[in-house]
Every structure is written in C-alpha cells, then in structure tokens.
C-alpha cells in the first residue's frame, strides 16, 4: 500500500525498512558498482570509454524513469567517482553527468510518454554531446589537442549500449528498485 492512499498501515518493520532502503539505494549502488566492475584490470579494450558509456546510460535513464532515485547529490559522487577512476581533469565528469541529468530532468515529461526509439534517439543525441563536452573540456583544461578518437568511441558505446541497458534498467525499475513493493 501506497503512502498516498489512505487506509491503516501496520507499523514499518526493520526488515521493511531495509528493503526500502535497499530499492531507495539500488540506482545509485548498481551504477557505481558498474564503474567500479568496468574499471577492474580485467584487460576490457576501451574501458575509460565503456565507462563513461555506462555513467551516461545510467544517469540518462534514471533521471528519465526515476529522477527521485538518483538526486543531484548522487550524481555528483557518481561523476566523482569517474573523475577518479578515469583520467579526465578532476570535475570534469561531474560537470558532464550533471548537465546530463539537468536535461533528461528537462525532457522527462515529454520522453516517459514517448516509445523507446524516440527516448533512444534522445539519449543519442545527448550522448554525443556529453562526449564532445567531455572531449572539449579535456583540451580546454589540459590546453593541448586531443585525439576526438576516445570521444568517438564513447559516443558510439553510449548509443549502442542504451538498448543493452535500459531493458534491465526498466525491468528494475518495475521490480527491484519499486518502493511500492517495499
């Protein structure tokens, strides 16, 4: 039973409200565990890339589905926790995932009515942007010329890995992370 709905609720146990706790933390947990899992000397080619795919797939559709579950607090640690796993100038991917997250937070009540290739071609177009961002402020800060090459790639793992993705993203979304089933 919904908090929204009136009627008598037993009283919260302490296992239910670790469950809650639990779906509450899950966006937040399995998105830096995937950081963390990428960023392991597994010998993965491209993982910096990979990685910042799966942060911009994450980000995306959890501000898009759930944007309670992942506050701009989360966000940040997120993007801090990229920022030291990677090698982009520090702030760097806290600024992207956060501007990241402020427009799918912007589009979010046109793409949650919209198919799932409208809210693709969407998080497509933001994640080349987030990648040419990315790519932009690594020059600007690093004051060389990089290779667009890293950006690229990032660009094209993120499109290619949202359909990968967000079908166990929505799939948790209606299961495990639903705080109604708590």
Same mark, same amino acid.
């Given at each position: 039973?919904s908090?929204?709905t009136?009627?008598?609720?037993?009283?919260a146990?302490?296992?239910s409200?670790?469950?809650a706790?639990?779906r509450a933390?899950f966006p937040a947990?399995s998105?830096a565990l995937a950081?963390?899992?990428?960023?392991?000397?597994?010998?993965?080619?491209?993982?910096?890339e990979?990685?910042l795919?799966?942060a911009?797939?994450?980000?995306?559709?959890w501000s898009?589905?759930?944007?309670?579950?992942?506050?701009?607090?989360v966000?940040f =640690?997120? /993007? @801090?926790?990229?920022d $030291?796993l990677?090698?982009?100038?520090l702030?760097?991917?806290? %600024?992207v995932?956060l501007?990241l997250q402020?427009?799918?937070l912007q589009l979010r009540?046109?793409?949650?009515r919209?198919g799932f290739v409208?809210?693709?071609?969407?998080f497509?177009?933001?994640?080349?942007?987030?990648?040419?961002?990315?790519?932009g402020?690594?020059v600007?800060?690093?004051?060389?010329?990089?290779?667009?090459?890293p950006?690229i790639a990032?660009?094209?793992l =993120?499109? /290619? @890995?949202y359909?990968v $993705?967000a079908?166990p993203?929505a799939?948790a979304?209606?299961? %495990?992370a639903e705080p109604?089933h708590?």
């Amino acid at each position: 039973m919904s908090d929204r709905t009136p009627g008598i609720r037993p009283a919260a146990t302490l296992g239910s409200r670790i469950d809650a706790a639990g779906r509450a933390a899950f966006p937040a947990a399995s998105t830096a565990l995937a950081l963390l899992l990428i960023s392991a000397p597994l010998g993965l080619p491209a993982a910096a890339e990979l990685r910042l795919a799966v942060a911009f797939t994450c980000v995306f559709f959890w501000s898009v589905f759930r944007p309670a579950a992942l506050p701009p607090l989360v966000v940040f =640690a997120l /993007g @801090l926790l990229c920022d $030291l796993l990677g090698d982009a100038p520090l702030g760097l991917d806290i %600024l992207v995932l956060l501007a990241l997250q402020g427009v799918a937070l912007q589009l979010r009540l046109i793409l949650e009515r919209q198919g799932f290739v409208r809210v693709w071609l969407a998080f497509a177009g933001l994640a080349v942007t987030a990648a040419a961002a990315t790519w932009g402020g690594s020059v600007v800060l690093g004051m060389r010329l990089l290779p667009m090459t890293p950006a690229i790639a990032t660009a094209m793992l =993120a499109v /290619g @890995l949202y359909p990968v $993705l967000a079908f166990p993203l929505a799939h948790a979304h209606r299961t %495990l992370a639903e705080p109604d089933h708590a």
